[in-house]
């Protein structure tokens, strides 16, 4: 058997194993590197670690470490409760501040999961409490965080971005960026009105109401792959009723707003290397409070850093084989590019609405490679559709995004409330991965 054939077959059993078992996918892929690579590749074990992607392990860790200090000294509850006000009690507006809170946190650099983990509870527990639709107020979190979650500095932004420059393909980060967010807002816009977000329109609250939502989801942090733990936020507001009034804007509070400016800045502006420059950001912010921040490096997403190291090292394996090249081959024998984006974005919904999303990005992304570096279709258009119709699909209660808010709703019967998620994610896994490919991909074949 060729070494090609038993590398695809060595990432079937990868996603297999990590689908049915709770076993990392990254470590599983470490072991296929090590195993595959020297026995049927006849790589040296120096040869398999020249594929470890070093820098985007540093980028991972630099942004969720960044992150978690963020959420500790309140400044993730800062900006939520900033964005609460804006809307001035219209409850219509809610779910929309929810979508783009949601949408500003992955976009600034925390993981999907961590994202919907802490805005979730808050978003539920006011759908509850108002008569808002919990799927239309749930699925508009997730849809936020993945219409964020492709900025320039977040953790798919980068993944996508640092593939495609790999590979030397034509990079467009702000269209990635864009094109999912635009997408999101699209779907999101039409949730808005088919879950009964008409019947909103007028209606005022008190916004007060939702602080107590927001102490009860404070100090919610995850570490990895559908793993959600509590943690102390050190926020000095948590346990106060609704009633209590809002604490003062902290030093530590307005330093780390100016922090995460900074990091934006110089990773876009001046072209810095995003991990050196939030890990940095997040030292400083730390030596500031050192006491408080002691636990921020154990929230570090060690487990998504595993799953993305292990998947692109055994990637370098693969290519190394000349798997990537034999599947680009047999794709292009197909003979037409558009079916075969089509092709390629409904492996990435399928598999992602059981795995995880940032792993089948990237080995979607590199079985496109080889047709897309015959300039018969738009490389851009292709990588956008692939990235949303591999993310969009994380709606599915079998992923992380999706158990989050099924354990977040409150006042529901879960057992009908889990059957809802599962028949929109269904809807969404046979229509969205066809919608992406003809609002990105095909006009680029017009």
Same mark, same amino acid.
Request: hydrophobic letters at 60%; proline letters at 4%.
């Given at each position: 058997?060729?070494?090609?054939?038993?590398?695809?077959?060595?990432?079937?059993?990868?996603?297999?194993?990590?689908?049915?078992?709770?076993?990392?996918?990254?470590?599983?892929?470490?072991?296929?590197?090590?195993?595959?690579?020297?026995?049927?590749?006849?790589?040296?074990?120096?040869?398999?670690?020249?594929?470890?992607?070093?820098?985007?392990?540093?980028?991972?860790?630099?942004?969720?470490?960044?992150?978690?200090?963020?959420?500790?000294?309140?400044?993730?509850?800062?900006?939520?409760?900033?964005?609460?006000?804006?809307?001035?009690?219209?409850?219509?507006?809610?779910?929309?501040?929810?979508?783009?809170?949601?949408?500003?946190?992955?976009?600034?650099?925390?993981?999907?999961?961590?994202?919907?983990?802490?805005?979730?509870?808050?978003?539920?527990?006011?759908?509850?409490?108002?008569?808002?639709?919990?799927?239309?107020?749930?699925?508009?979190?997730?849809?936020?965080?993945?219409?964020?979650?492709?900025?320039?500095?977040?953790?798919?932004?980068?993944?996508?971005?640092?593939?495609?420059?790999?590979?030397?393909?034509?990079?467009?980060?702000?269209?990635?960026?864009?094109?999912?967010?635009?997408?999101?807002?699209?779907?999101?816009?039409?949730?808005?009105?088919?879950?009964?977000?008409?019947?909103?329109?007028?209606?005022?609250?008190?916004?007060?109401?939702?602080?107590?939502?927001?102490?009860?989801?404070?100090?919610?942090?995850?570490?990895?792959?559908?793993?959600?733990?509590?943690?102390?936020?050190?926020?000095?507001?948590?346990?106060?009723?609704?009633?209590?009034?809002?604490?003062?804007?902290?030093?530590?509070?307005?330093?780390?707003?100016?922090?995460?400016?900074?990091?934006? =800045?110089? %990773?876009? @502006?001046?072209?810095?290397? +995003?991990?050196? !420059? $939030? #890990?940095?950001? /997040? &030292?400083?912010?730390?030596?500031?409070?050192?006491?408080?921040?002691?636990?921020?490096?154990?929230?570090?997403?060690?487990?998504?850093?595993?799953?993305?190291?292990?998947?692109?090292?055994?990637?370098?394996?693969?290519?190394?084989?000349?798997?990537?090249?034999?599947?680009?081959?047999?794709?292009?024998?197909?003979?037409?590019?558009?079916?075969?984006?089509?092709?390629?974005?409904?492996?990435?919904?399928? =598999?992602? %609405?059981? @795995?995880?999303?940032?792993? +089948?990005?990237? !080995? $979607? #992304?590199?079985? /496109? &490679?080889?047709?897309?570096?015959?300039?018969?279709?738009?490389?851009?258009?292709?990588?956008?559709?692939?990235?949303?119709?591999?993310?969009?699909?994380?709606?599915?209660?079998?992923?992380?995004?999706?158990?989050?808010?099924?354990?977040?709703?409150?006042?529901?019967?879960?057992?009908?409330?889990?059957?809802?998620?599962?028949?929109?994610?269904?809807?969404?896994?046979?229509?969205?991965?066809?919608?992406?490919?003809?609002?990105?991909?095909?006009?680029?074949?017009?």
């Amino acid at each position: 058997m060729s070494a090609e054939i038993i590398t695809i077959l060595a990432l079937v059993v990868i996603f297999a194993i990590a689908t049915i078992l709770p076993i990392n996918m990254g470590a599983l892929a470490f072991v296929a590197a090590f195993v595959v690579g020297t026995l049927s590749v006849g790589l040296t074990t120096d040869d398999i670690i020249a594929g470890f992607p070093a820098g985007l392990v540093l980028t991972l860790i630099g942004v969720t470490y960044l992150f978690a200090i963020a959420q500790n000294n309140g400044t993730v509850d800062l900006l939520v409760r900033g964005a609460v006000k804006l809307v001035g009690g219209h409850v219509a507006a809610i779910p929309w501040i929810m979508f783009f809170v949601t949408a500003v946190l992955t976009a600034i650099g925390a993981l999907s999961p961590a994202a919907v983990a802490i805005i979730a509870p808050i978003a539920l527990t006011f759908a509850a409490r108002h008569d808002i639709s919990p799927l239309l107020m749930g699925m508009m979190v997730i849809h936020g965080a993945q219409g964020g979650g492709f900025s320039p500095i977040s953790v798919y932004g980068v993944t996508v971005n640092t593939i495609v420059e790999g590979e030397g393909l034509p990079s467009s980060p702000l269209a990635v960026f864009l094109g999912a967010l635009f997408f999101n807002i699209a779907i999101a816009l039409v949730l808005f009105f088919v879950l009964g977000g008409r019947k909103l329109i007028g209606r005022k609250v008190v916004a007060q109401p939702l602080e107590h939502a927001e102490h009860a989801a404070h100090g919610t942090v995850v570490r990895g792959h559908g793993s959600a733990v509590g943690g102390d936020s050190g926020d000095d507001t948590a346990g106060h009723g609704p009633s209590s009034a809002p604490r003062p804007v902290r030093f530590e509070q307005i330093l780390t707003l100016v922090g995460l400016v900074v990091v934006a =800045v110089l %990773a876009l @502006a001046f072209d810095l290397d +995003i991990g050196f !420059v $939030a #890990i940095t950001v /997040a &030292v400083v912010l730390a030596l500031f409070s050192a006491a408080q921040h002691k636990g921020a490096v154990s929230q570090i997403s060690w487990s998504t850093v595993l799953l993305i190291a292990g998947v692109l090292t055994f990637v370098s394996v693969l290519q190394e084989a000349g798997t990537i090249d034999y599947v680009g081959d047999a794709v292009i024998g197909l003979g037409v590019p558009l079916v075969i984006a089509l092709l390629l974005a409904y492996i990435g919904g399928v =598999v992602s %609405a059981f @795995a995880s999303s940032t792993a +089948i990005i990237g !080995v $979607a #992304i590199l079985l /496109a &490679v080889p047709f897309l570096e015959a300039g018969a279709i738009s490389a851009v258009g292709v990588v956008v559709a692939l990235s949303v119709a591999s993310t969009i699909v994380d709606v599915s209660p079998f992923s992380t995004n999706g158990a989050l808010v099924l354990a977040a709703a409150q006042d529901v019967d879960k057992d009908r409330f889990y059957k809802q998620i599962l028949g929109y994610a269904t809807i969404v896994v046979a229509v969205g991965p066809l919608l992406a490919w003809l609002v990105f991909v095909v006009p680029g074949w017009l």
